[in-house]
């Protein structure tokens, strides 16, 4: 099955430093997203990325869809506190027919900020 | 404007017993999946949901489990005779009908405790 290897598995930054997170899987897939999971709360979704080599940005983050489209990665600049978290890629095909097969999740990054 | 909405919350249960998870999805989606998170993991794919139709659920255990979404009502997980390895949080998402571009909204999860 698809496997997708995310790292680093944590972060200890320092408040203000920038991020940077990426997944590799064996298999192509022709949907990135990023998602962020707080404790306690269900994952919610920071950006969505289509096409290989595609770059997005939304406000302080920045993610890419590989070329090969079997990597992606995720920056954040001048980390905040409330950046902590758990930050999932996941990776899906899409059927021919317009629906979509579940995601494949990588196995998160904890990003813990030191003040 | 509600999201997916999971009840309950969180849920304890006896080996043997039987459990419930219900979800509704964001008003105008359709399709609705399943996930599976243990502690220190990430989300796994359970099964793939739309109006009455089961549309994939290759992720799901052959036994014990079952799910349905149908045409009244929220969608159901339904696990029989629970046993330790079940305990887990487990979380409904819900996508768009016409627009399935892969997005997928999350609900909070249901935590279930097997005792």
């Known amino acids: 099955g698809q496997q997708l290897n995310q790292s680093p598995q944590s972060m200890f930054i320092q408040e203000g430093e920038d991020v940077s997170m990426n997944c590799t899987s064996s298999?192509?897939?022709?949907?990135w997203l990023w998602y962020k999971q707080d404790p306690g709360e269900g994952p919610v979704l920071l950006i969505a990325?289509?096409?290989?080599?595609e770059l997005t940005s939304n406000g302080r983050l920045t993610a890419q869809f590989g070329i090969t489209r079997k990597d992606s990665f995720l920056n954040i600049s001048a980390s905040i506190p409330s950046d902590v978290g758990i930050y999932f890629c996941?990776?899906?095909?899409?059927?021919?027919?317009?629906?979509?097969?579940?995601?494949?999740f990588g196995k998160g990054t904890h990003l813990i900020i030191q003040p | 404007n509600a999201g997916v909405m999971q009840n309950p919350r969180h849920l304890v249960r006896r080996r043997g017993q039987e459990a419930r998870l219900r979800c509704s999805p964001m008003?105008?989606?359709?399709?609705v999946y399943w996930y599976r998170q243990l502690p220190e993991e990430g989300l796994k794919f359970m099964v793939y949901?739309?109006?009455?139709?089961?549309?994939?659920e290759s992720g799901m255990p052959k036994e014990r489990f079952s799910a349905e979404f149908p045409k009244e009502g929220p969608s159901i997980l339904r696990i029989q005779q629970v046993v330790r390895g079940d305990s887990a949080a487990y979380f409904c998402?819900?996508?768009?009908?016409?627009?399935?571009?892969?997005?997928?909204?999350f609900g909070e999860g249901s935590r279930l405790t097997v005792l």
């Open positions: 998402a819900s996508s768009r009908e016409l627009e399935n571009t892969g997005e997928l909204f």
């Open positions: 990325l289509y096409k290989a080599g």
């Open positions: 298999s192509i897939f022709n949907t």
């Open positions: 949901l739309q109006k009455e139709n089961i549309i994939d």
């Open positions: 008003k105008g989606h359709s399709h």
């Open positions: 996941a990776g899906q095909l899409q059927y021919s027919g317009g629906g979509a097969d579940g995601l494949t």
